[in-house]
Each structure stands twice: as C-alpha cells, then as structure tokens.
C-alpha cells in the first residue's frame, strides 16, 4: 500500500518501545528515569496496587518516549524481608521458593496491562547484594553507623527474636488491634514491633511473646537530618512536588518525625532470608554476622541494583544527576521512605547519586463500597482482570479516568462498563471509524487531494479557524499536564479533542451529499480529520498502547510523536488500511455478575438478604414493565456520549481537589480551616454542574 508521510525532524517517534536492550541517557537531552514501587514478592497485586504504581508509571514512561526523550523504566519484585518469609512460613514453602512462584505471577499480570518496563528484575540477586553492602559500607567509613542494643520481641515458644513481620499487636498510638511490627495500617505511623500492646507471634497466636535484647547496627538519621532537610526543600522547589505529608505548598517541612527530629534507625534485623551484613573492619563484625540488611533498607537500593542486571552501564543512569531526571510512582504511604529514608542513605554514602526530582503518588482505590481484601476474595486481583474478557485497554482507561490523585477513588462496575460504551466506543472509537471507514467506502481507501500543504495548518484558515485553534489549545494543555504528571487530566484532554473531532465532522456535514456537492471541501475535511486520528494515535499511546498499535496499520502510518500543533502530515495520495472497530459493547448485565463473582465471600453468604444488585435488577425490569409515557423516578443514570464541556468540567474538579489537598497540607489554621471550606463548597458546586450537564 502507497505510504505518503510528510518528512520532518521530529515527526515520527524514534525513541525505542520499552524492553528496547540497554537504553542509556544522552548528554544535554531531557533523560528520564522512571520507577514504580517495588511491589512485595509475597501476593498478587490488585486493581489498587497497579493504578498507585505500575501503570501511572507505565503511561508517564510511553509520553516521554512519545515526545522522543531517552526514557528508562525500571521495577521488579521486593523479595527480602519478613514479609515473605511469613508467607512462605503460611504455604509451606522456602523463601526462595515463594518468590519465584510470585514473581512470574507479578509479571505476568503486567504484561498483560501493557504495562512495559524497560526491565522487570527482583531484589534477591548477586548484583543487589554487592551493592547493598557497598552503600552500607560506605555508610560506616562516613561515620554514620552506631549499634546499639535495645529490647526486641522474642517468641520463647519459637526460639528467636521476632522482626517487625513476625509480630502484630495492639498500634501504641491510634489503638488499632492489627497494627503491624513495622507500620499501623490504620494510622499509617512507622512503629518498631517492641511499642506494640499485646504482642502477638504469627507463627502461632498462642506463644509467649516477650522483650528480650538484641544489638542491631543503626544509621545516624538524625545527623543526616540539616543535610536531608535542605535537599528536601530543594528538591521540592526544582521538581515542583505536589504537597504530600512530608513537604507543603510553601516548602515547609510538615512531616511529624522530621518535626519531632530524626532518631537512628535500625539497619539489620534478626532474619536468615535477606542480604548478609558485610564486615565492617570493627568491633562489632562478629554480632552482626547473624543478621541480615533490613528490608526498608534494601528496597529502595533495588531501582539501582535491577538497573545494573538490565546494563553494566546503569551508573550512567544512577550517578548522573546533571543528565537525568528521576521520576518515581507509589502509594501515599511510602512518601516517607523515598524523600525522607533513601535519600539520607544517598547524602550518607556521599557519592553523586541520581536523586529524586519528581514524586507522583496517589491515594487508595477502593472496591465497590469497600477495600480490597485477598482474604476475602473482595475485588480484582492479577490474573482475575483476563478473566472478565474486558480488554485491557478499557481496563488502562477506566483505572486511569479514575486516578485517585488527589482523593481516595472507588472502582464501580458499572462506571467501568459506561466508560467502554459511552466514551470509549461512542465517542473515540466512533470517530475513528466513522472517518476511516469514510476514506475506505468513498476515496477507495486513498486520501483525497485537499490541497492543505503538508505542514503545520494555519490557525487562520478561512474554514476551520476554530476547530485548528481548539485542537491546538488542548494539544498545548496536553503537553503541560502531562509534563506536569497529571496524568487524569491528560486523559481527559485526549478525549476531549476525540469529542472536538466528532464535532467537527457533524458541523462539516461530512457525508456523500458533501462529496457531491463540494467534493474539494469534502477532501478537506477528510485530510484535517484523518491527521487528527493521527495525532490521537500518539495521544492515546501511553494511555491504551494496543489501541494506539490497532490505529496504525488502520492508517498505514509509522508511530507518531507527540506534536505541539495540528499539521498535515498523511498527505494526498496516501492509502489507508481495512477500518476496523476499536472497540465493542459491553452488556450492562454484566456489571452483576462481576459484583456477584468478585463481591468476597460476604457477598457469597448473603443468599438471604436482597443486595444492592438484586435491588437494581429489579428496578430495571419494573421500569422494562411500565407502560409507555410512565416516567421513572430512580435514579438517572448517564448514557449519553461525554461532551467537550462535561470533561472541562471533570477537569475542572480534578484541578479543584488539587487545590483542596495542596490547603489541607499547610499548617493548620482559623484561616487554612476556612479557606478548606470555602473550596470544598466550590468542589460540591462543580460536581453538581457536572451532574445537571449530564442528567438535565
């Protein structure tokens, strides 16, 4: 088939797809190093757990190799610690074991999210060992590494001193009964497992659980703190970071330990399953020789350690820090441990280390009402996704319409089934087709001559000086929000030029009539609308990469880059691919037998209570009952196509809770507590513009 693409430096993307072998920065060019919190190699991760980390990442890693920036993503699995070896402890099996039957399921779940790493290694190799014990060593020749003995949770009935996985007790600070020995989930506080009331073994609940001493090797954080502070504020000023709970708005430490100051923390524990602690040339080798480097310690060394099993070259990328820029995608409850922990670690070892420029986390995603609970069989978890047989485009464009970026989200299944069939399908995919198909039935597949030039269109054109000027202005939005990491608000924008193509093709009167009647308008508009699939497709990339690769051979066109203006680029003469449909229907029914199926076993038990889905079922077989004209007062539901002002509107509420969370990070106050108010009226007020644009 006839390719007829404009030539032009920087047209198409020549930044290689994720996996591409040893990708390295370029000096004086916008390098991007990317990590995703190392998930723990002792579960399958759940719907939450992939739109907190992996696939945030995974879309900011695509936009950056869209706007051809030497990109590199790196994660792989957290296997050391006393988190897996009470897991294996549970399914009677070695460590070692237990992480290599997870870490297949781990990756095999994100690849199949289209979630494309650079590289997906694990933390249990001879690479990360080496280079954990490096940065421990050279903590010790720093001065910053003092033992010291303390009393620690011993289980006489096991024989051993617990670490902070092996015991659970009663949180010292908010009262919560489940708190863990390393973190109370409930008030989020880091605890050391000796503060917990009523201590209880894991192993067995009944054992006798008592404080007994043991010497552990601690890093001097509160000699660290004058350093860490100042590179904090830094940090936060050069990489613009959102408000979180360690720094505000006005760049003023918030972080309650950092305020109380610093206290050493505890390097070893008491494990087999982990990193031997090397020798330090002191006193104290011959106590530290049963012991093994803590996990919080060793975690974070894991983006550097995984990088170096990708390439020899990875201190290109890690001691680089006028070349490349680190970006890094977790949970809100690890802030603490990437802007406070590692990078004391970093300033202790007092090499020149790639530090962190810029922090994206993201609240909790909720399910249906509720949590996540694997005990409970309660929401999606791994492979679980597959098994609906909804694609995992539509799952990557519901879970990322939904980012819980500035508040806690709830997975709905019927919000996620009206996002494939309203948006998706009638808005995004209905475009593309009904173009393509146009170009297929009417021109033979090949692009009309419209006479546009190839290149950039003018803003002032006599016919569409409007719709050019539209697309431009939210390619421009585009770009900011998406260089600025906001990665709901770049999605929105993508669809919201989708929405303007539809528009443009309704007020066009695109159709055989115009063929006809102005057959070289009628090319024009093809051309515009052609190239504007074209430039989607680029859009569309970091968000539903198989949506983007469907689109291509659909146009006959190599991968685009990421433009900053409309232009015509596919040019006359041009032929096209077979159209074919982006995306299909998904029955509304479904969404009760996925509550049904993923509901826990809550759900499974009450056969003799009326649930919400029965309730909803019956509502729409009363309302399918009803005589015609008879109005139904339920509750409406939206079903209609998303128009350009509805999601301005869903952006204007993203930006609006943005604003609400950047307030409620500063120092309380009269005045901050008035302002918080004043907002969240405004925030309700948008939300009910919303809900009138969509049921007027």
């Known amino acids: 088939m006839a390719q007829k693409i404009r030539s032009a430096d920087g047209l198409l993307q020549v930044i290689p797809p994720p996996g591409h072998p040893a990708i390295l920065p370029k000096k004086g060019e916008s390098n991007v190093l990317i990590t995703s919190a190392l998930p723990y190699c002792n579960n399958v991760p759940h719907l939450g757990n992939i739109i907190g980390s992996t696939l945030s990442a995974d879309v900011f890693s695509r936009y950056n190799r869209t706007r051809n920036r030497p990109t590199l993503y790196i994660c792989g699995t957290d296997e050391y610690g006393t988190a897996t070896e009470t897991q294996a402890l549970k399914e009677g099996i070695t460590p070692r074991e237990l992480c290599d039957k997870y870490h297949v399921l781990h ?8 979630i494309g790493f650079d590289y997906f290694g694990r933390t249990s190799t001879p690479l990360h060992t080496e280079i954990c ?5 050279n903590l010790g020749k720093n001065g910053y590494l003092e033992p010291q003995s303390k009393d620690q949770t011993y289980c006489e009935d096991c024989g051993r001193f617990l670490a902070d996985r092996f015991v659970e007790g009663i949180c010292p600070h908010c009262g919560y009964e489940d708190a863990r020995g390393d973190q109370c989930d409930s008030c ?8 917990l009331i ?8 009944s054992h006798k659980v008592v404080a007994r001493t043991s010497t552990h090797m601690y890093v001097k954080l509160d000699t660290l703190q004058p350093q860490t502070e100042q590179w904090i504020k830094n940090a936060a000023r050069r990489g613009k970071w959102s408000p979180n709970s360690v720094i505000n708005h006005d760049l003023e430490i918030i972080d309650a330990r950092m305020k109380a100051g610093l206290v050493p923390a505890p390097l070893t524990r008491d494990l087999v399953w982990g990193v031997p602690v090397p020798r330090l040339g002191r006193e104290d080798d011959e106590i530290m020789q049963t012991k093994v480097l803590y996990v919080w310690y060793d975690a974070p060394i894991g983006y550097p350690s995984i990088t170096a099993n990708y390439t020899p070259e990875w201190k290109q990328w890690w001691f680089n820090p006028q070349d490349v820029n680190l970006y890094q995608f977790m949970g809100k409850d690890n802030v603490y441990f990437h802007t406070v922990y590692f990078p004391s670690i970093q300033l202790g070892d007092k090499r020149d280390w790639t530090t962190l420029y810029h922090l994206s986390t993201t609240e909790y995603l909720n399910y249906e009402g509720g949590k996540f609970s694997k005990s409970r069989n309660r929401g999606v978890f791994g492979p679980q996704a597959r098994e609906t047989g909804i694609p995992s485009s539509v799952w990557r464009y519901y879970l990322l319409s939904t980012r819980p970026e500035s508040a806690d989200a709830m997975f709905s299944w019927a919000d996620c089934i009206a996002a494939n069939n309203n948006v998706l399908l009638n808005n995004f995919g209905n475009f593309v087709n009904r173009v393509l198909k146009f170009v297929s039935s009417q021109y033979q597949g090949v692009i009309p001559e419209s006479d546009d030039l190839a290149g950039p269109l003018s803003p002032n054109d006599s016919e569409d000086s409007v719709f050019i000027s539209d697309v431009n202005r939210l390619l421009h939005e585009y770009i900011s929000v998406m260089d600025a990491v906001k990665l709901r608000q770049g999605l929105q ?4 030029i989708s929405q303007l193509g539809n528009g443009y093709l309704q007020s066009s009167g695109l159709n055989k009539a115009l063929m006809i009647s102005n057959p070289k308008r009628c090319a024009q508009v093809v051309s515009r609308a052609v190239n504007l699939i074209y430039v989607l497709s680029a859009l569309v990339e970091p968000y539903m990469p198989a949506t983007a690769k469907a689109i291509l051979p659909q146009l006959n066109a190599p991968p685009r880059a990421v433009p900053d203006v ?16 982006l995306f299909k229907k ?19 038990a009450a056969t003799t209570t009326t649930t919400t889905t029965e309730a909803a079922a019956s509502a729409t077989a009363s309302a399918k009952s009803k ?8 509750a409406p539901v939206f079903t209609g196509v998303m128009t350009q002002e509805m999601i301005a509107k869903e952006a204007e509420i993203t930006q609006q809770g943005d604003k609400i969370r950047s307030l409620k990070a500063q120092p309380k106050s009269p005045e901050t507590d008035a302002r918080v108010k004043e907002e969240v009226e405004t925030l309700k007020r948008f939300k009910s513009e919303l809900s009138q644009l969509q049921f007027p």
Not at 133 to 137: L, P, S, T, V
């Open 107 to 114: 990756k095999e779940t994100y690849e199949w999210f289209d």
């Open 133 to 137: 014990q490096e940065i421990y060593q």
């Open 188 to 195: 989020s506080r880091t605890l050391d497992a000796i503060e």
């Open 198 to 205: 009523k201590p209880r073994c894991l192993v067995n609940k």
């Open 493 to 496: 924008t993508v669809m919201a």
């Open 566 to 581: 409309l232009s015509t680029d596919i040019l006359a003469g041009h032929t096209i691919g077979t159209p074919e449909h």
């Open 586 to 604: 998904i029955e509304e029914s479904l969404a009760d037998k996925f509550r049904d199926r993923f509901g826990g076993n809550e759900a499974k």
């Open 627 to 634: 005589p015609k004209g008879k109005k139904d007062v339920a």
